[in-house]
């Protein structure tokens, strides 16, 4: 079984950055960022694989980075430019089925951190 635990979230105002850690208890080869907001569904932010980002959401290129350190076995979302419409509960996600992996479905999820962004 694989441990994520999501931290660095919290309050901003727009405009402003955040980044969130991911730390895992296993080393993982696919991990990604999804988030959600109240009443609306679960998206994917960001994915990386072997170190190298692989998908970026269409509403945070330019302004989010996914990055991994494999010997931390920590995952990174560097957050810049904040908008309020970011505001969600973000979570961190794994697998090690590569076929999963390339679909964007992941096994393993963290609890979650809360990202508010005020305007």
């Known amino acids: 079984q694989v441990q994520l635990v999501e931290s660095g979230g919290g309050s901003v105002q727009a405009g402003g950055s955040l980044r969130l850690s991911c730390a895992a208890s296993n080393s993982m080869l696919c991990l990604g960022w999804f988030r959600q907001a109240p009443g609306k569904e679960r998206e994917a932010v960001a994915r990386i694989y072997t170190g190298r980002p692989t998908y970026y959401a269409d509403s945070v290129k330019g302004r989010f980075t996914i990055s991994h350190d494999n010997a931390k076995m920590t995952l990174y979302l560097q957050m810049n430019s904040l908008k309020p419409e970011d505001t969600a509960t973000y979570y961190c996600?794994?697998?090690?089925?590569?076929?999963?992996?390339?679909?964007?479905?992941?096994?393993?999820w963290g609890q979650g951190t809360q990202v508010t962004v005020s305007s």
């Open positions: 996600a794994a697998t090690a089925d590569l076929y999963q992996c390339a679909r964007g479905n992941f096994r393993y």
